[in-house]
């Protein structure tokens, strides 16, 4: 359930000026997944790495190449706190319609044949079986399935939690999953239904947008793998900005105080860190140093 909930919140997964972005040194636009936060009087420096939530293991970078930046921080946040069975707890209700309500309360009888087509294709059960989970839960399920990209996905964040457990650090979160399903809620059920339905008209479409962003991450480019989420997410502008840029402009007092208090491994969605309104610009507006860190599949020293 927990990895369930992980991959709907990322797949659903700074107000920096222009002219600050093209300031950059080159070496600060080389491409990374992992970044070193220094300066602005911080006695020791912090990292930010992007994950990918739900992804197969030969696109992913290994924990133990993150092993040694974990090692160097004091404690592991997380856009929710993974080590919280409060949290994790919340989870549980977070995948089903409310009310009763069933995808047969928003789709036709034509449009459910499409979708039972889908599920017992992808799931192997007839949409009876999953009508009363959320239809953007259903289609991360559907998405993720080995059938449908090749692997068992693994969930990156869940093994940084149980590294940083394993080291005795404690682990945060930037938000509660509640506020998180508020975010995904925002999309009317009746939408989510629809989009469900699209999905079963042309299941390989969905399946290779999602490949192509695996494909960006292993190359670890965060501005590409941004402008692919953002191109994905064309037709509904609003969403991609209540999803991506106003919880990145929410985190930032957050990651400050974080940082000033003693040093921290973050760890977000890799969408959160590109673009204009991404992690990365937002804390270099705030005056902070951020140097990509080199890393590689095997166990990585700083660059």
């Known amino acids: 359930m927990k990895k ?12 920096a000026a222009p002219s600050y972005a ?26 930010i790495f992007g994950t990918f939530h739900a992804i197969c293991a030969t696109e992913m970078v290994p924990v133990a190449s993150l092993d040694n930046y974990l090692t160097q921080t004091d404690q592991l946040m997380m856009e929710v706190d993974l080590d919280d069975g409060t949290e994790m707890a919340s989870m549980a209700g977070a995948v089903a319609m409310p009310g009763g309500k069933t995808l047969k309360d928003f789709l036709t009888a034509d449009e459910l044949v499409k979708v039972d087509e889908l599920t017992k294709s992808y799931l192997g059960v007839p949409a009876e079986a999953v009508k009363s989970l959320k239809p953007s839960t259903l289609m991360v399920i559907l998405i993720t399935r080995p059938k449908a990209i090749g692997c068992t996905p693994v969930t990156l964040d869940l093994d940084l939690m149980k590294s940083a457990v394993a080291k005795k650090k404690p682990v945060v979160g930037l938000e509660t999953v509640a506020s998180q399903i ?11 239904a629809k989009q469900l339905y699209q999905m079963a008209l042309d299941p390989p479409k969905s399946i290779e947008q999602l490949k192509k962003l695996m494909a960006i991450y292993k190359t670890q480019d965060v501005e590409k793998l941004f402008d692919a989420t953002k191109s994905q997410m064309e037709e509904d502008k609003e969403f991609h900005i209540r999803l991506l840029d106003e919880r990145n402009a929410a985190w930032i007092p957050k990651l ?26 937002l804390l270099r507006k705030q005056g902070y140093r951020v140097k990509p860190v080199k890393i590689t599949r095997a166990v990585a020293g700083d660059s």
Not at 4 to 15: G, H, Q, R
Not at 182 to 192: A, G, I, M, N
Not at 256 to 281: D, I, M, R, S
């Open 256 to 281: 400050a105080t974080a940082f000033k208090e003693k040093p921290t491994f973050v760890a977000v969605g890799a969408g959160h860190l590109g673009g204009k309104y991404g992690v990365l610009q």
């Open 182 to 192: 508020k975010v995904l809620d925002s999309v009317p059920l009746e939408k989510q």
């Open 4 to 15: 369930l909930v992980l991959a709907t919140l990322s797949l659903i997964t700074t107000f």
């Open 22 to 47: 093209t300031a950059q040194s080159k070496a600060d636009a080389e491409p990374s997944l992992l970044y070193q936060v220094s300066g602005k009087g911080l006695a020791k420096p912090s990292y």
